[in-house]
């Protein structure tokens, strides 16, 4: 079994103005990382819109297209930017985690890594906002259940900022277990433990500014695999943001390299015990490029190591 990259340089064309930190040379630095590692290269595909149906209502992907220009940049909120090239970025990311997901359930693949931009998880059902266009992960979760016939999957993110809008798109899911762990203060302001779903079947993990990476081990070996392992997924989907890093700009916990290896391995070890070890993992946050780079190369490191 091996592991499976999937990319496409359309995620290149979603231009940010100058100083945005969700830029380019994010995914150019990831790929760049990655080069010469044993994965096995696919293309993203464009999302077909019925699968986008799936979490997003029909009048808010024609509002996108609608309010996409010509040239220059339109301002969907306060940091959240569309320019010429931004839809078809966004929906070669939707369309790499549905992939991700065929490969890993067909048993093409052990598991897989979607390198794409925009990220995803703070889209909400009919609001995109945090740089985020698509609901990635939770439309990678409704594909498996809806598409593959799943009966459960579990979604962990662990972005230093909440996952608002994975949480949104699976309030009502009961067969979506979702697990955050975020930075507590911080945009965007939600991922208190009482919401906890319609179902209680979402488990968010606030952690203090400046918490690191012991403190956060124990916070998922306590609070995160016990209810992993309860839950049984038959697939384990990963957004996987590297923003929690000590080097980041936008938030501070103290996490290193060593720390992101270590969950990520922690991770696999438990989808093996609960799903053979299928896992799909979509890029989310991270932007200080260095710290970006090297986290994210070891969190495909571990899953190189899990998949052979």
């Not at 080069?35 to 997003?56: C, M, N, S, V, W």
């Not at 079947?201 to 012991?214: F, K, R, S, Y």
């Not at 391995?265 to 093996?272: E, G, K, M, R, S």
């Amino acid at each position: 079994m091996t592991t499976a990259l999937i990319t496409h340089a359309d995620c290149l064309t979603h231009v940010t103005p100058d100083g945005h930190p969700e830029r380019v040379a994010r995914l150019e630095h990831v790929l760049h990382g990655l080069e010469g590692k044993t994965l096995e290269r696919f293309t993203a595909p464009l999302a077909a819109e019925d699968d986008l149906l799936r979490i997003h209502p029909k009048s808010y992907i024609e509002d996108l297209r609608e309010a996409r220009p010509d040239a220059g940049f339109i301002q969907l909120d306060g940091d959240t930017f569309l320019s010429p090239g931004s839809l078809d970025a966004a929906f070669r990311g939707a369309g790499a985690a549905v992939r991700a997901v065929d490969l890993v359930l067909s048993g093409r693949v052990q598991n897989a890594f979607a390198a794409i931009r925009p990220p995803g998880h703070h889209t909400e059902t009919e609001t995109s906002m945090g740089f985020c266009l698509f609901g990635n992960a939770a439309l990678a979760a409704k594909h498996a259940l809806d598409h593959h016939g799943l009966k459960r999957v579990a979604v962990v993110d662990f972005d230093v900022h909440h996952g608002n809008g994975t949480q949104d798109l699976l309030w009502d899911e009961p067969r979506a277990l979702f697990i955050s762990s975020q930075q507590m203060p911080l945009w965007p302001g939600s991922g208190r433990p009482d919401e906890d779903g319609a179902h209680g079947q979402m488990v968010n993990i606030p952690l203090a500014p400046e918490t690191g990476g012991d403190a956060m081990r124990e916070a998922y070996e306590t609070l995160a695999f016990p209810r992993i392992r309860a839950f049984e997924p038959e697939l384990l989907i990963l957004s996987a943001g590297f923003d929690a890093h000590q080097d980041d700009p936008l938030a501070s916990l103290n996490w290193t390299t060593s720390d992101f290896a270590w969950l990520t391995a922690a991770l696999c070890a438990i989808a093996q015990e609960v799903c053979g070890g299928r896992i799909v993992s979509t890029l989310e946050g991270g932007y200080d490029l260095n710290a970006l780079t090297a986290a994210t190369a070891a969190h495909v490191d571990e899953l190189i190591k899990a998949g052979s």
